[in-house]
């Protein structure tokens, strides 16, 4: 199983791009999911996860406020809309469910790891 994540592209800063993240042989309406990002040369980033005892939502200090995650429970999809991008949310941005309990968003609590999408902002 993996989930794979979708509509990246280039943007303008303060631009906005909603993320796909859908799954096949899985309901995601019973699975924590969380989104990442890779930038060159840096390690994987937590940037929106939901924990495993309620569902709430952590986001990085670096997105809070810009970026909400959501879900689509009949399209079996879950969203990342990010808004007011700026040229440091340039990365590669993956999905990933949680495999482990807990409410922090280390990627290695996250596994089924697909294809990322690449998001660039820049004018």
């Known amino acids: 199983v993996q989930l794979q994540a979708s509509g990246g592209g280039l943007v303008q800063p303060g631009g906005s791009l909603r993320l796909s993240c859908a799954a096949s042989?899985?309901?995601?309406?019973?699975?924590?999911v969380g989104w990442f990002r890779q930038a060159p040369g840096k390690g994987r980033e937590g940037v929106a996860c939901?924990?495993?005892?309620?569902?709430?939502?952590v986001y990085a200090d670096s997105v809070k406020g810009r970026f909400t995650m959501s879900r689509d429970n009949a399209k079996n999809e879950v969203y990342l809309h990010m808004n007011s991008l700026k040229p440091e949310d340039t990365a590669t941005y993956y999905c990933?469910?949680?495999?482990?309990?807990?409410?922090?968003?280390?990627?290695?609590?996250?596994?089924?790891w697909g294809q990322g999408t690449l998001v660039t902002v820049s004018s």
């Open positions: 990933a469910r949680r495999f482990y309990p807990g409410e922090a968003c280390p990627a290695f609590d996250f596994g089924s």
């Open positions: 042989g899985i309901t995601l309406n019973y699975q924590a």
């Open positions: 939901e924990g495993s005892s309620d569902g709430s939502t």
